[in-house]
């Protein structure tokens, strides 16, 4: 049987981060979705109420809380490959990842490097 887990300790200001990144339209929908289940952890939903209520297993929500408490906002950002290209600024968090946001590495029209 599973224990009940504690709330999960966000600050004021993941608070406001994971809330516009679950608002903002632009956010890739997996971050949003990691984003949903730090928020609902901070309110101190279980990890069973919360893998019910977004559709998902508990070890997924087990696994997404202990990587927020390990690395913070940082561990919710995708593992992007480098040949990936992204816009630097689309006025939305969304490609925020470790602590800087992301540029094309890559042009995407011949792969050769930026």
Same mark, same amino acid.
């Given at each position: ?6 709330? !999960? @300790?966000? $600050?004021?200001? *993941?608070?406001?981060? !994971?809330?516009?990144?679950?608002? +903002?339209?632009? $956010? ?16 101190? &939903?279980?990890?069973?109420?919360? @893998?019910?209520? !977004?559709? %998902?297993?508990?070890? $997924?929500?087990?696994? &997404?809380?202990?990587?927020? *408490? ?7 950002? =995708?593992?992007?490959?480098? &040949?990936? +290209?992204? =816009?630097? *600024?689309? /006025? ?6 470790? /602590?800087?946001?992301?540029? +094309?590495?890559?042009?995407? %029209? %011949? /792969?050769?490097?930026?």
């Amino acid at each position: 049987m599973a224990g009940i887990s504690a709330a !999960l @300790a966000v $600050t004021s200001e *993941d608070r406001a981060k !994971l809330e516009r990144l679950v608002r +903002c339209g632009k $956010t890739e929908q997996r971050v949003a979705f990691r984003s949903r289940i730090i928020l609902k952890a901070a309110e101190g &939903w279980s990890n069973s109420a919360i @893998a019910e209520a !977004l559709g %998902t297993s508990r070890p $997924t929500v087990i696994d &997404w809380r202990k990587r927020y *408490d390990a690395e913070g906002m940082a561990g919710l950002s =995708p593992q992007v490959p480098l &040949w990936l +290209c992204f =816009p630097a *600024d689309l /006025g939305c968090p969304r490609f925020e990842l470790r /602590g800087a946001p992301l540029r +094309c590495f890559r042009d995407s %029209t %011949t /792969g050769s490097a930026a």
